[in-house]
C-alpha cells in the first residue's frame, strides 16, 4: 500500500479519533456536572424543606408550651417535647447537609443557641402550674418573642441564601444544557467536515494516483531509452536476498547475448580482471560498510572476444535504520577510449616535460656559454673604457661601440633569463634595505649617455626620495627603471624624456610613483594592451625601425605585478607617452650621515684600500682565461693580492696550504665543481674547527635556484656572470670589513 496513503489516513484517524474523544470527553464532564448539579439541588431543598419544618416546629414549641400553662392539660406538655425532638432533629439533619458551608454552619449554630436558650425560657416558665398574667408574665413574654424572632430570622437567613443557591444552581444548568448542545452540534458539523475532508482526500488521492501511474509509464519509457541512449549496463543488487538484477546493456557492452535477468554477484565478480579484483571487491566492501562517502571506481572486465575493457562503476547504496546497507543500485560504463585518450596525454604530457626539461638545460647550458666569454668581454670593454683618454678618436670610438654592444647583449640575455623565470613562476624577490637615490644616480649615469648620444633632453626629478631607506629588490626596481627610461630614449628623436619619482597616498596606503614621459612616438589607445605582450610590439614596423625583443615591458610589469604594484600607460600617437609605475613603499627616513649614506658619497676602491691590512690575500677559482684576466686586473687595481685555481680539486689544495681571505668560486670547472669544492672546505673547517673562509660563488647559470644552489652548497653569497665590476667590489668590500670588524 501506498505509503504515503497510510500516513494521511492515520493522520485522518487520529483526527477523528480526537474528535470523538472530546466529544465523550465533553458528554461525560457534562453527565457529572448534571450529576453534581442534581446532587446540589437536593440538597437544597432538603435544607430548605428542614429550614421551614424547623421554623413551624418552634411556632408550635411555643403554642404547646402556653396550652399547658392555660390549661395544665398534659397532652400540651407532651406535645411540647415532642416539638423541641423534632426542632433538635431539624438542626442536626440541616447541620449535616451544610456541613461543607462554613457560613450557613455558623448560622445554625447561632439557632442552636437561641434554640437552648428558648427551650430553658419555656421551661421555667412551665414550672409555674397556676396561670398568672403579671409584669414578670408579660416580660417573659417578651424574652420569648424575642429569642423565637432571632431563631426565625436567622433560619429565615439560611432560608434565603439556600433559595439563591438554588437559582444560581438552575442558571449553571441551563448555561450547561447550551453548552452541551452546542458541543454535540460542533461536534456533528466538525465530525462532517473531516469526514468530506477525508473522502475528498481518497478523491484526489485516486486521481493522483492514477496521474501517477501514467506518468510513471511515460518516465519508466524515457528512462528504458536515456539507458540504451547512455548505453549504461545497470545493475540493483538486493544484499540481503543476495541477488543482482542485470540490465540487457549489463552485459551487451562486453559482447554477451544476454537480456536482463536476474542474478548473483559472482556473475559480475567472475569478469573482473584478477588483477583487479581484490582492489575493486574491497573497494565496493569499504562503500557498503559506511567508510566512504562515494562509490565510483574503475577496473577491467574481460570481452567476450578475450580483451580487456575498462569499465567505470558507479553507485548508489540504501541503508536501513541501524545503518546497515540492504540494496546497491549502480550502472557500469565502457571508458576503454577514455582510458587510452588518457594514456595518450599522460605519453604527450611527459614528452612536454621532458622536452620542457631540455629547454631548461639548454638554456642553462647556452647562458653559461655566452654569459662565460660576455665577462671576459665586457670586463676588457671597461677596462678600456676606463684608459680612453690614452686612445685616439677611432679607437675611443670602437670601444664605445664594443661597450655599447656587450651591453645590448647583456640585457637580451637577462630579458630571456626573467622572461623563462615569470613563465615557470619561479622568480624570486631579493628584497633588502637600500637608498632609493642611490638606485636613481646609478640609472641616470647610464641613461643621460643615451640620451645626450641622441640629443634629445633628459630631466630626472627624484628630490622628494632623497634620503629614504627602502626595503625591496633594488636590482629589479633598477632593472624596471631601465627598461622603461631606455624604451622612452629608444622612440624619442626630438624633445626629451622627463622622470619624475615621489611618494603618492593611495587610499591611505603609501607607494612610489614613479613617471617616465617622452615626446616619442606615441601608442594608439587600441594597442595599450599589446605593448604589455611578450614578443609583441604596438606596429611591426617598430620593431624593424628600433629593433628589440618585445619582452622589456611585458618582463616589467610582472616584476611590478609580483612588488604589489603595476605599471600604467597613457599615452596617444604622435604626442608621446607616460609609464607610471607604481609600487608600495616600504621605508622609513634615515639621517644624511648614515652609514650606508656614507659609503655611497665615497668611492668604493678607497674603501676597499683603507680595509686592507698588506696581508690580504684573494684565492681567484675560475677555468676561462678570458675571466681570469678581467678579474685579475680588478684585483691589481685595487692592490689585492689574488691566487689562481683552475679546478676545484686546486682550489681545496691551495686554500688547505694558505689562508685566504675571500675565495672567488666559480661553478663549472673541470675535475671537481664550485659546489664540490665548497663542500669539501665547510666539512674541514667544521671537523678541524678552522676560521670560517668567506666564499662568493661566480656563476654563469642564472635561471631560478642557482643562487639557492649556492648558498646551500656553504657559499657566503653570489655573483652573476657577467660580473659586474661595482658589485664584485662591494662584496670584496663587506667580507674585508667583517673581517677586519672581529680581529678589532
Given at each position: 500500500m501506498d505509503k504515503l496513503f497510510i500516513r494521511n489516513f492515520a493522520f485522518f484517524a487520529i483526527i477523528l479519533i480526537g474528535c470523538a474523544g472530546a466529544i465523550s470527553y465533553s458528554l461525560v464532564m457534562g453527565n457529572n456536572d448534571l450529576d453534581k448539579a442534581d446532587e446540589r439541588v437536593i440538597v437544597t431543598h432538603d435544607v430548605i424543606s428542614e429550614a421551614e419544618q424547623l421554623s413551624m416546629l418552634v411556632e408550635a414549641m411555643l403554642a404547646a408550651q402556653r396550652g399547658y400553662i392555660i390549661t395544665a392539660n398534659e397532652d400540651f406538655l407532651k406535645e411540647y417535647e415532642d416539638k423541641k425532638a423534632g426542632v433538635s432533629e431539624r438542626i442536626a439533619m440541616i447541620s449535616e447537609l451544610l456541613y461543607d458551608n462554613p457560613a450557613q454552619e455558623s448560622r445554625l449554630n447561632e439557632i442552636r443557641s437561641h434554640f437552648v436558650e428558648f427551650s430553658n425560657q419555656l421551661e421555667q416558665r412551665a414550672e409555674i402550674i397556676a396561670p398568672k398574667v403579671d409584669k414578670q408574665a408579660l416580660k417573659d413574654v417578651e424574652i420569648l418573642d424575642n429569642i423565637k424572632n432571632n431563631i426565625m430570622r436567622i433560619n429565615k437567613s439560611i432560608l434565603e441564601e439556600e433559595y439563591a443557591k438554588l437559582d444560581k444552581t438552575f442558571a449553571a444548568l441551563d448555561k450547561k444544557k447550551d453548552q452541551y448542545l452546542s458541543s454535540l452540534l460542533f461536534s456533528v458539523i466538525g465530525g462532517s467536515f473531516i469526514l468530506l475532508i477525508f473522502n475528498g482526500f481518497l478523491l484526489n488521492a485516486k486521481r493522483k494516483k492514477t496521474s501517477v501511474e501514467a506518468s510513471l509509464k511515460d518516465t519508466e519509457e524515457r528512462f528504458a531509452l536515456a539507458i540504451d541512449g547512455t548505453e549504461d549496463g545497470i545493475f540493483d543488487w538486493d544484499l540481503k536476498k543476495e541477488e543482482v538484477f542485470y540490465s540487457g546493456r549489463f552485459f551487451q557492452m562486453l559482447g554477451?547475448?544476454?537480456?536482463?535477468?536476474?542474478?548473483t554477484i559472482e556473475d559480475l565478480k567472475s569478469l573482473i580482471h584478477p588483477q583487479d579484483l581484490k582492489k575493486s571487491w574491497g573497494y565496493i566492501q569499504q562503500y557498503i560498510e559506511g567508510n566512504l562517502s562515494e562509490y565510483r571506481q574503475e577496473f577491467r572486465m574481460k570481452h567476450q572476444s578475450g580483451r580487456w575493457v575498462w569499465i567505470q562503476s558507479r553507485a548508489k547504496a540504501l541503508y536501513d535504520h541501524d545503518g546497515n546497507a540492504y540494496r546497491m543500485v549502480?550502472?557500469?560504463?565502457?571508458i576503454t577510449h577514455v582510458i587510452k585518450e588518457r594514456d595518450r596525454l599522460v605519453a604527450e604530457k611527459d614528452q612536454a616535460e621532458d622536452a620542457n626539461r631540455a629547454k631548461s638545460e639548454f638554456?642553462?647550458?647556452m647562458s653559461h656559454e655566452i654569459r662565460t666569454p660576455l665577462t671576459a668581454i665586457s670586463g676588457i670593454a671597461e677596462i678600456f673604457e676606463k684608459k680612453k683618454d690614452e686612445l685616439n678618436d677611432k679607437q675611443a670610438s670602437l670601444v664605445r661601440t664594443l661597450l655599447s654592444s656587450t651591453s645590448s647583449l647583456k640585457d637580451l640575455i637577462n630579458d630571456i633569463l626573467d622572461f623563462s623565470k615569470i613563465e615557470s613562476g619561479e622568480i624570486e624577490l631579493d628584497e633588502t634595505v637600500f637608498h632609493l637615490d642611490e638606485v636613481f644616480e646609478n640609472v641616470i649615469s647610464m641613461m643621460s649617455l643615451k640620451a645626450s648620444e641622441k640629443g634629445i633632453s633628459f630631466v630626472l626629478d627624484y628630490s622628494d626620495i632623497k634620503n629614504?631607506?627602502?626595503?625591496g629588490d633594488d636590482l629589479r626596481i633598477r632593472q624596471i627603471l631601465v627598461n622603461l627610461i631606455n624604451n622612452a630614449i629608444k622612440f624619442t628623436d626630438e624633445g626629451g624624456v622627463t622622470i619624475k619619482a615621489d611618494i603618492e597616498d593611495r587610499d591611505g596606503s603609501e607607494f612610489l610613483r614613479v613617471e617616465v614621459t617622452d615626446t616619442g612616438i606615441g601608442i594608439a589607445p587600441e594597442n595599450f594592451d599589446m605593448v604589455f605582450e611578450r614578443f609583441k610590439q604596438a606596429d611591426s614596423s617598430v620593431s624593424r625601425r628600433f629593433g628589440g625583443t618585445g619582452l622589456g615591458l611585458p618582463i616589467s610589469r610582472n616584476l611590478a605585478q609580483l612588488m604589489g604594484g603595476d605599471i600604467i600607460l597613457s599615452s596617444q600617437a604622435g604626442k608621446g607617452?607616460?609609464?607610471?609605475?607604481?609600487?608600495?613603499?616600504k621605508y622609513s627616513l634615515t639621517e644624511s650621515t648614515s652609514k650606508t649614506n656614507e659609503i655611497d658619497h665615497r668611492k668604493l676602491n678607497d674603501k676597499i684600500r683603507a680595509q686592507l691590512s698588506g696581508e690580504n690575500k684573494i684565492l681567484?677559482?675560475?677555468?676561462?682565461?678570458?675571466?681570469?684576466v678581467v678579474i685579475s686586473y680588478i684585483l691589481e687595481e685595487l692592490g689585492l693580492e689574488y691566487d689562481i685555481a683552475k679546478t676545484g680539486v686546486e682550489a681545496l689544495q691551495a686554500w688547505s696550504e694558505k689562508h685566504y681571505d675571500i675565495i672567488l668560486m666559480d661553478i663549472q670547472m673541470p675535475e671537481m665543481d664550485g659546489?664540490?669544492?665548497?663542500?669539501?672546505?665547510?666539512?674541514?673547517?667544521?671537523?678541524?674547527?678552522l676560521e670560517h673562509t668567506p666564499i662568493i660563488g661566480m656563476t654563469a647559470h642564472a635561471l631560478v635556484g642557482d643562487k639557492d644552489k649556492c648558498i646551500d652548497a656553504g657559499m657566503d653569497s653570489y655573483l652573476p656572470k657577467p660580473i659586474v665590476e661595482h658589485d664584485l667590489?662591494?662584496?670584496?668590500?663587506r667580507y674585508l670589513k667583517e673581517k677586519n670588524k672581529n680581529a678589532a
Amino acid at each position: 500500500m501506498d505509503k504515503l496513503f497510510i500516513r494521511n489516513f492515520a493522520f485522518f484517524a487520529i483526527i477523528l479519533i480526537g474528535c470523538a474523544g472530546a466529544i465523550s470527553y465533553s458528554l461525560v464532564m457534562g453527565n457529572n456536572d448534571l450529576d453534581k448539579a442534581d446532587e446540589r439541588v437536593i440538597v437544597t431543598h432538603d435544607v430548605i424543606s428542614e429550614a421551614e419544618q424547623l421554623s413551624m416546629l418552634v411556632e408550635a414549641m411555643l403554642a404547646a408550651q402556653r396550652g399547658y400553662i392555660i390549661t395544665a392539660n398534659e397532652d400540651f406538655l407532651k406535645e411540647y417535647e415532642d416539638k423541641k425532638a423534632g426542632v433538635s432533629e431539624r438542626i442536626a439533619m440541616i447541620s449535616e447537609l451544610l456541613y461543607d458551608n462554613p457560613a450557613q454552619e455558623s448560622r445554625l449554630n447561632e439557632i442552636r443557641s437561641h434554640f437552648v436558650e428558648f427551650s430553658n425560657q419555656l421551661e421555667q416558665r412551665a414550672e409555674i402550674i397556676a396561670p398568672k398574667v403579671d409584669k414578670q408574665a408579660l416580660k417573659d413574654v417578651e424574652i420569648l418573642d424575642n429569642i423565637k424572632n432571632n431563631i426565625m430570622r436567622i433560619n429565615k437567613s439560611i432560608l434565603e441564601e439556600e433559595y439563591a443557591k438554588l437559582d444560581k444552581t438552575f442558571a449553571a444548568l441551563d448555561k450547561k444544557k447550551d453548552q452541551y448542545l452546542s458541543s454535540l452540534l460542533f461536534s456533528v458539523i466538525g465530525g462532517s467536515f473531516i469526514l468530506l475532508i477525508f473522502n475528498g482526500f481518497l478523491l484526489n488521492a485516486k486521481r493522483k494516483k492514477t496521474s501517477v501511474e501514467a506518468s510513471l509509464k511515460d518516465t519508466e519509457e524515457r528512462f528504458a531509452l536515456a539507458i540504451d541512449g547512455t548505453e549504461d549496463g545497470i545493475f540493483d543488487w538486493d544484499l540481503k536476498k543476495e541477488e543482482v538484477f542485470y540490465s540487457g546493456r549489463f552485459f551487451q557492452m562486453l559482447g554477451y547475448d544476454k537480456k536482463s535477468y536476474i542474478g548473483t554477484i559472482e556473475d559480475l565478480k567472475s569478469l573482473i580482471h584478477p588483477q583487479d579484483l581484490k582492489k575493486s571487491w574491497g573497494y565496493i566492501q569499504q562503500y557498503i560498510e559506511g567508510n566512504l562517502s562515494e562509490y565510483r571506481q574503475e577496473f577491467r572486465m574481460k570481452h567476450q572476444s578475450g580483451r580487456w575493457v575498462w569499465i567505470q562503476s558507479r553507485a548508489k547504496a540504501l541503508y536501513d535504520h541501524d545503518g546497515n546497507a540492504y540494496r546497491m543500485v549502480g550502472a557500469h560504463t565502457d571508458i576503454t577510449h577514455v582510458i587510452k585518450e588518457r594514456d595518450r596525454l599522460v605519453a604527450e604530457k611527459d614528452q612536454a616535460e621532458d622536452a620542457n626539461r631540455a629547454k631548461s638545460e639548454f638554456l642553462a647550458h647556452m647562458s653559461h656559454e655566452i654569459r662565460t666569454p660576455l665577462t671576459a668581454i665586457s670586463g676588457i670593454a671597461e677596462i678600456f673604457e676606463k684608459k680612453k683618454d690614452e686612445l685616439n678618436d677611432k679607437q675611443a670610438s670602437l670601444v664605445r661601440t664594443l661597450l655599447s654592444s656587450t651591453s645590448s647583449l647583456k640585457d637580451l640575455i637577462n630579458d630571456i633569463l626573467d622572461f623563462s623565470k615569470i613563465e615557470s613562476g619561479e622568480i624570486e624577490l631579493d628584497e633588502t634595505v637600500f637608498h632609493l637615490d642611490e638606485v636613481f644616480e646609478n640609472v641616470i649615469s647610464m641613461m643621460s649617455l643615451k640620451a645626450s648620444e641622441k640629443g634629445i633632453s633628459f630631466v630626472l626629478d627624484y628630490s622628494d626620495i632623497k634620503n629614504i631607506e627602502f626595503y625591496g629588490d633594488d636590482l629589479r626596481i633598477r632593472q624596471i627603471l631601465v627598461n622603461l627610461i631606455n624604451n622612452a630614449i629608444k622612440f624619442t628623436d626630438e624633445g626629451g624624456v622627463t622622470i619624475k619619482a615621489d611618494i603618492e597616498d593611495r587610499d591611505g596606503s603609501e607607494f612610489l610613483r614613479v613617471e617616465v614621459t617622452d615626446t616619442g612616438i606615441g601608442i594608439a589607445p587600441e594597442n595599450f594592451d599589446m605593448v604589455f605582450e611578450r614578443f609583441k610590439q604596438a606596429d611591426s614596423s617598430v620593431s624593424r625601425r628600433f629593433g628589440g625583443t618585445g619582452l622589456g615591458l611585458p618582463i616589467s610589469r610582472n616584476l611590478a605585478q609580483l612588488m604589489g604594484g603595476d605599471i600604467i600607460l597613457s599615452s596617444q600617437a604622435g604626442k608621446g607617452s607616460t609609464f607610471t609605475l607604481l609600487i608600495p613603499a616600504k621605508y622609513s627616513l634615515t639621517e644624511s650621515t648614515s652609514k650606508t649614506n656614507e659609503i655611497d658619497h665615497r668611492k668604493l676602491n678607497d674603501k676597499i684600500r683603507a680595509q686592507l691590512s698588506g696581508e690580504n690575500k684573494i684565492l681567484l677559482v675560475e677555468d676561462y682565461e678570458g675571466n681570469i684576466v678581467v678579474i685579475s686586473y680588478i684585483l691589481e687595481e685595487l692592490g689585492l693580492e689574488y691566487d689562481i685555481a683552475k679546478t676545484g680539486v686546486e682550489a681545496l689544495q691551495a686554500w688547505s696550504e694558505k689562508h685566504y681571505d675571500i675565495i672567488l668560486m666559480d661553478i663549472q670547472m673541470p675535475e671537481m665543481d664550485g659546489f664540490a669544492a665548497t663542500s669539501k672546505i665547510r666539512q674541514l673547517e667544521k671537523s678541524k674547527n678552522l676560521e670560517h673562509t668567506p666564499i662568493i660563488g661566480m656563476t654563469a647559470h642564472a635561471l631560478v635556484g642557482d643562487k639557492d644552489k649556492c648558498i646551500d652548497a656553504g657559499m657566503d653569497s653570489y655573483l652573476p656572470k657577467p660580473i659586474v665590476e661595482h658589485d664584485l667590489k662591494r662584496e670584496i668590500f663587506r667580507y674585508l670589513k667583517e673581517k677586519n670588524k672581529n680581529a678589532a
